[in-house]
């Protein structure tokens, strides 16, 4: 390669390094305004968590309080997380080569991206305010909250 071709193949580099950086920021930010949003529109009565689809599905073990170390959570959710919805929404983890549940789990749900497009993660915790100091993995909370609910329709999720 000639000298100009290196300098050509950093610049790209670089370019690429940004641009990732800049998506990343966005997906921060469109969480932010969504989670803004969704506050205004709790205040207005708005309900619900998530599209009005949005259901558990059964998960074959009891309900827990109990917080997972990432590997374990990983792991449970691997089944639940639509990995076609997940890559397709989430362009820059298909480029990055991640295994789509631990991303979810590492960066994704901090970041406010969907596991499946019928929970939100943001607005799961906006419209469960008991949730605000909660360090596990809301779309577990969910699948395992809602599960126990459907056990028992005595309980609230």
């Not at 790209?12 to 641009?19: G, T, W």
């Not at 305004?33 to 205004?40: A, G, I, K």
């Not at 205040?43 to 619900?48: A, H, R, V, Y």
């Not at 406010?112 to 577990?140: C, E, K």
């Amino acid at each position: 390669m000639t000298e100009r071709n290196h300098v050509l193949q950093a610049r790209i580099h670089d370019l690429e390094a940004a641009l990732t950086a800049e998506q990343a920021k966005t997906v921060r930010l469109e969480a932010a305004l969504r989670q803004r949003s969704l506050q205004l529109e709790k205040l207005d009565g708005g309900e619900g968590f998530g599209t009005p689809q949005a259901r558990a599905v059964p998960v074959p073990f009891a309900r827990t309080d109990k917080v997972m170390k990432p590997k374990e959570t990983i792991a449970q959710l691997q089944p639940y997380l639509d990995t076609a919805y997940y890559l397709q929404e989430n362009p820059d983890v298909a480029a990055a080569g991640m295994e789509p549940a631990r991303h979810y789990v590492l960066h994704g749900e901090g970041e406010g991206r969907r596991p499946r497009a019928d929970f939100d993660p943001v607005r799961y915790r906006v419209m469960h305010p008991a949730l605000a100091q909660f360090d596990g993995n809301l779309f577990w909370h969910f699948l395992t909250q809602e599960q126990a609910a459907l056990q028992d329709p005595k309980r609230k999720a």
